[in-house]
């Protein structure tokens, strides 16, 4: 999986350039950066199912620790977890909710009081690990494959995504009786697919649907193998 998916360049520029970039257009790369989000169904998917019942004021109290005349913060070690925070913090910047500079001033405030470093540091600590866990979770649940005609070829994609979600398949943390169901179903799809089946694709894609409907935390999965079907 060493092909650049075209879906992550821009928002992987748009972090790199906020690392290096200047403490006086911040505002504006933090917009862009929840844009390009917005606009990737990929991406906005990723994001919304880590911010499923979280509460970023009781995070952002845990992570803060008092320093002297300003805080420190610590983000967490979960990559869902940090998305769902840096994401939380970066709506509120982008809102007014929270004044960046006055946040940064308190949190990243340099021994030199140099805006500049303040920002870098900023920028370091928060933008990297977000960068990092948005790619490492994107890896999880897209397959990147480097052939065009197999990415055009829906029937090869969704034999891919099924591997990776049986492969996953724990993490979904399932009853037995719903591991069992939807390993079933999964294994129907993958047959099907290979032989080029479409009505008893689009069969098992309904009951998929259904599935992950009454049981949300595989809706993602399914979400996944519906994006087989898209150019």
Request: charged content about 25%; proline content about 1%.
């Amino acid at each position: 999986m060493n092909q650049v998916v075209h879906d992550l360049i821009n928002f992987n520029t748009a972090c790199d350039e906020f690392v290096n970039g200047k403490y006086i257009l911040a505002e504006v790369k933090i917009s862009s950066l929840l844009n390009i989000i917005a606009e990737d169904d990929k991406l906005r998917n990723i994001v919304a199912s880590t911010l499923e019942n979280y509460d970023f004021k009781e995070n952002l109290i845990k992570a803060t620790k008092s320093e002297g005349n300003g805080y420190s913060l610590t983000l967490p070690t979960d990559e869902k977890e940090i998305i769902a925070f840096v994401y939380g913090l970066f709506y509120r910047f982008n809102n007014k909710t929270i004044d960046f500079y006055d946040f940064i001033s308190q949190y990243y405030k340099s021994d030199d009081e140099n805006p500049g470093k303040e920002f870098y540091n900023f920028a370091l600590a928060i933008i990297t690990p977000f960068k990092d866990a948005i790619n490492s979770i994107y890896s999880k649940r897209h397959v990147i494959v480097e052939s065009d005609d197999y990415q055009k070829n829906y029937y090869n994609k969704i034999i891919t995504a099924v591997k990776l979600i049986v492969k996953n398949i724990d993490n979904y943390k399932l009853k037995m009786n719903e591991k069992e169901e939807f390993t079933m179903l999964l294994n129907s799809l993958y047959l099907a697919s290979q032989k080029n089946d479409k009505k008893l694709v689009f069969s098992l894609m309904v009951g998929l649907d259904y599935f992950s409907r009454c049981n949300k935390r595989t809706r993602n999965a399914y979400l996944t193998l519906e994006e087989c079907f898209t150019n």
